[in-house]
């Protein structure tokens, strides 16, 4: 019995510790994926992506009725303005996640009440500017995710200008 109780405690020590990582470790890798995949534009660059087809398909599972506009971001040249202009009678929503893949804040068309608002992502103690909205986050990198719903494909063309006033950028001025 004492022969392989040496082999199978290594075992479950291999595993806890492989399980460890890949909770770990897992998230930050499929963030820079989805970075490279939905940074057209570059990064702290809004980005405003056609909409899917089972050809194109930046993400796994992108819903069709949906155009996205997304800002790769990197906190560390400073603190990221990002300005959104929901468009009139359609669902939109602002979503920004972290490294670790988490959602660090949220807020569509409804609760702006139709009206453009802009978000201060920093990290902590970072300056920013006095009365923004302030959302603080652990980490450098993230990604900033506008959806917009379609009722039909063929709007976009039609919807495209006002979608675009949404933009996101390394704050330089503190007034």
Known sequence: MRNWLGPLVL??????AAAYAAIAYIPYGLMGIAM????QGGINTMSYGNL??????????PSPDLAY??????LSAGPLAIDMTPVPGRYSSLSIFDAATDVIFVRNDVEAKGRPFRIIVA???QSVPAGAE??????????????LLLKNPSEIGGLDAVR???SCRVVTKLK
Not at 52 to 61: E, G
Not at 134 to 142: C, E, K, P, Q, S
Request: charged share 25%; glycine share 8%.
């Open 164 to 166: 675009r006033q949404s």
């Open 11 to 16: 075992g479950l020590i291999v595993a806890a």
């Open 36 to 39: 490279d995949r939905l940074g």
């Open 52 to 61: 899917a087809t089972p050809a194109r398909q930046p993400v796994v599972r």
């Open 123 to 125: 990290r902590e103690g």
């Open 134 to 147: 302030i959302v603080r986050t652990n980490h450098d990198r993230g990604i900033a995710l506008i959806r």
């Open 69 to 74: 506009s997304s800002c790769p971001y990197d």
